[in-house]
């Protein structure tokens, strides 16, 4: 079993519906978590972090976190075309994180 | 600000040959990161820095592959000799190395995508 889990996908979105990333992580000494956004043959850029349990907004993205639960979560409001990448989940201890190997999202225009 | 830079971009070699990448972090980051990606998988960690140090390099297949990073700053991966199972995306990171949101963020390189033939 992988440290960190998600579910390959696809997934398939019409724009402007709401898109769910969904993670699972099972060391639970991990602190803090981020979201990584990766274009075809692109590298990881940050989408959001979130160190707290609860909801943190940012613009149309959403970070849910249950640490009880050990479950990450983003959402992805009005989604775009654009939005079409592999969304990759990463936690983080002591300094090194450690990713899953992502959901890929295809938003349809 | 610049960000993260690797080279070569691509790299093409044969087995048995050694192969070099070389990365330039963000200025005043202290951490630095090479990963290793295979297709359909998320980065995987193959050596950690702090300043000068690796100190985490446990995922560092060290029979064939070895690391610098002379001076705290610029770091060289290297792999000799190349199999063909090294052929991926070697990707590098950088981040400011404090505690915290902002210290702990990662800001990755374009990557050097290696084939082995």
């Known amino acids: 079993q992988k440290e960190v889990e998600q579910n390959s996908g696809p997934l398939s979105v019409p724009e402007g519906a709401i898109a769910s990333l969904n993670c699972t992580y099972s060391?639970?000494?991990?602190?803090?978590f981020f979201w990584y956004r990766q274009y075809s043959g692109k590298s990881p850029e940050l989408i959001m972090s979130?160190?707290?349990?609860g909801d943190k907004e940012d613009g149309r993205f959403t970070a849910q976190l249950n640490k009880a639960s050990q479950y990450v979560s983003l959402l992805i409001r009005d989604s775009q075309p654009s939005d079409s990448a592999t969304y990759l989940c990463a936690a983080h201890f002591a300094g090194k994180s450690t990713f899953g190997d992502g959901t890929t999202l295809t938003v349809k225009p | 600000e610049a960000g993260v830079v690797q080279s070569p971009r691509y790299k093409i070699i044969e087995k048995k040959q050694p192969v070099a990448f070389w990365c330039n972090p963000i200025s005043g980051h202290n951490t630095l990161y090479w990963y290793r990606q295979n297709l359909g998988q998320g980065p995987e960690l193959l050596i950690r820095y702090e300043n000068e140090e690796a100190v985490d390099d446990s995922q560092l297949p060290k029979d064939r592959f070895s690391a610098e990073r002379l001076k705290g700053v610029d770091s060289t991966l290297k792999i000799q000799p190349a199999e063909l199972g090294d052929s991926a995306v070697y990707l590098c990171?950088?981040?400011?190395?404090?505690?915290?949101?902002?210290?702990?963020?990662?800001?990755f390189g374009p990557g050097t995508r290696l084939l082995v033939l």
């Open positions: 979130i160190y707290s349990n």
């Open positions: 060391d639970r000494v991990s602190q803090s």
């Open positions: 990171a950088s981040s400011p190395g404090t505690s915290g949101e902002v210290g702990e963020t990662q800001y």
